[in-house]
């Protein structure tokens, strides 16, 4: 796929987004991925487009939609480089690729610890749920909540965008909802 067919499906708003188009391994990430659980659209281009409809969903201000975008834009972009063996190399994680890649835009630390710590509820509710590890839970919750600060609600919002996606178990984002401190649940709106 030539990087104009990726232009005109991605429909960038902002020369920042328009910007990320421009690089190689930004667009060799935007192809990787085949249909499988949580992501049935396969690639990560696919998924982009699936969160940003989400997004253009949220009844948001300007402002909170242009983050949620350059959020989406870079979030899983970078699954094809990351490690996957066994023990995990969390250091090689595709979310901190992805806020590498986006320090090189951006100095806003929370909307960089926002993008490194997209998975970060996901992995939580697991700990929680699947493990019985209610304190480990706890005190990743915390972490977050610390380094994401201001950007509390918009964490929720882009977490609520991207699980709302393929056939991921919504699950992990009915338990935030209901029993996150901080947030102000929102519902999507139907376009029509």
Partial sequence: MTRTEITAILKPETPLEASFLQDDGFCRGLLWGVPRYGHPEGTILAHI???????????????????????????????????????????????????QFLARYCDDEYLLNLVELHDDAYYAWRMAHLYHRFAECEARIEAIRERIGPYWQLFYLFFKCDTATGDKNPAPLIWFEETMKGIEVVEFETVG
């Fill in 49 to 99: 487009v699936e969160v940003n409809a989400n997004v253009d969903a949220l009844p948001v201000d300007a402002e909170t939609r242009r983050k949620l975008r350059v959020v989406t834009f870079v979030h899983d972009t970078f699954k094809n480089i990351e490690h996957k063996g066994n023990p995990r190399d969390w250091t090689k994680h595709h979310a901190v690729y992805a806020r």
